[in-house]
């Protein structure tokens, strides 16, 4: 089990999948700010959404310097269809085997049309340039979620 990440604490070390086509480690990101947030599935409408809203506004975070990333359990592949049909300009994380959504504990139980199952809960986490967790925003909204980060990296 993955050792789980505490406000004001330094987020373990990970490496996963990216759909940059290389590994994305959090190490290579020092010195950045880093928007992760977790969505439960490509091309959903709230994910889509949210995804977007991100995209556009990449330049302002970038000028903020943090840099964007988002995760869900998705392949690669699909996150690549995801990417390619909305012209996404940041990568996204395969978190298939759930080691990054067990850092962050974000896999909680859902209500899908009835039926409980076990998903991912949207959640946005912000680490700062020394890699320790300054934000933590879980049950969130995806409309406008991407400008609320933003005004939150602003403020750091």
């Known amino acids: 089990m993955a050792a789980k990440v505490a406000m004001g604490k330094k987020v373990p070390a990970f490496k996963i999948p990216s759909s940059s086509g290389e590994t994305f480690s959090l190490s290579s990101k020092k010195g950045k700010k880093v928007v992760l947030y977790f969505y439960p599935k490509d091309s959903t409408p709230g994910c889509t959404t949210e995804s977007i809203e991100f995209n556009e506004l990449l330049p302002q975070f970038k000028k903020a310097g943090a840099e964007v990333v988002g995760v869900s359990r998705d392949s690669l592949k699909s996150h690549d269809k995801f990417i390619c049909k909305y012209d996404f300009k940041f990568e996204l994380l395969s978190d298939e085997e759930e080691e990054l959504c067990q850092i962050f504990d974000v896999i909680k139980e859902k209500n899908m049309y009835g039926k409980k199952v076990m998903?991912?809960?949207?959640?946005?986490?912000v680490i700062d340039e020394d890699g320790k967790l300054v934000?933590?925003?879980?049950?969130i909204k995806a409309e406008g979620h991407a400008a609320?980060?933003?005004?939150?990296?602003k403020s750091l």
């Open 119 to 125: 998903g991912i809960e949207r959640s946005t986490f």
């Open 135 to 139: 934000g933590e925003f879980r049950k």
């Open 148 to 153: 609320e980060m933003l005004k939150f990296v």
